[in-house]
């Protein structure tokens, strides 16, 4: 193949590009240096926020080897579809107005606390536990929410992906330039921990060869980056942060902005008493981020709820007390007893149904909506403000 023809299919593949994202107005990487630190999980509720706060949003999961989002979603059947000119993302939910959410009332993280090292719990404050401040609100009209994973590709949830760098390389290109997303406020970028072939191909295309649309600009004459930045993803313990601080270091090298620092896994509340224990420390996100001299977004704890809503797209519940996943009466007894070792057994093979209804209505009455709704202001906000941070080389 001659040069001339290797020019022409990269131009080809630069136009399709600006095509397919042309209605895309923000970019956002979920970046993390350390696995399992919860980074789908966050790019999930981030996304149902910015939903619930009316922006359409999509979800771009590049995680190849691991993709976590179809399921966390609850769309794992689902399957992409083919139109004219690329691929048509799935839709988890159309912009539509959802009615009021009914009263849930949830243990408040700012209202107990525990001892650092989680041996020594403080006693609950004297106020009840939080209302949930959306549930007698007018009706709230959502915006849509689209999600794009290689999950729908494969024949089955156990299938392996054994690809080298290249591959993986030309898959998140494909990603990039197939996909027909239509008008979107928000896409987020799930990636793979680390600083690998699918981060260094995602910054290259969205840095080098795309601008945001004019219409997004003030004057219409100039433009911007379309990658608004990154949303960088730890837990409290000082391994992970050691990591994380890589991934701070990688946005420094290739020019990406971030946009602030997520401490997951912070803390866990307990949904009967209301205590909150520190299980892995605490504040060592925020240090992070003041030594970056980037933003701090939030810290957001464990909330066994929310494994339930994604695993079973159950309403969240609060103040029973549940033992090996059942509830219990105020009597010790047990309701169901007889189908505990069954529920058990399909919550850990992933075969128990799902009850229906919508995830974004449900997720209106998790405790950690609160939380993220915060984060995603602040989001919003620094985007628009375009205060994201060039960040400077820190050592480790």
Known sequence: MSLD?????VLVQRALFLVRTLFITNALQILSGKGGVGKSSITTQLALSLSLAG???????????GPSIPRLLGIEASKVKQAPGGWLPVEVHGSQILSP???????????TTASKDATTKTEPSDSAPSTNSHADQQPTQ?????AMSLAFLLASRSSAIVWRGPKKTAMVRQFLTSVLWGPTDYLLI???????DEHISLVETLLKDVVAPLSSTTNGSSSRPQLAGAVVVTTPQAVAISDVRKELNFCGK??????????NMSGYVCECCGVATNLFSKGGGEVMAREFGVGFLGSVPLDSQWGVLVEE??????GGVVKDGVEEGADGTVAGAEDADDEGAERSTGQREREEGLLVDKYRSCSLYPVFEGIAKQVVNTIQSGTAVNVGQVAS
């Open 313 to 318: 797209g159950a309403r969240p519940k609060y």
């Open 142 to 146: 959502i915006g849509s929410l689209h």
């Open 254 to 263: 290739t020019g990406v902005k971030v946009l602030g620092v997520v401490e």
């Open 101 to 111: 959410t009914p009263p849930t009332t949830y243990p408040s993280p700012a209202s």
């Open 55 to 65: 922006h359409s949003v999509g979800i771009l999961d590049i995680d190849l080897t």
């Open 190 to 196: 799930d990636t793979p921990p680390g600083t690998s």
């Open 5 to 9: 023809n290797v020019k022409n299919i």
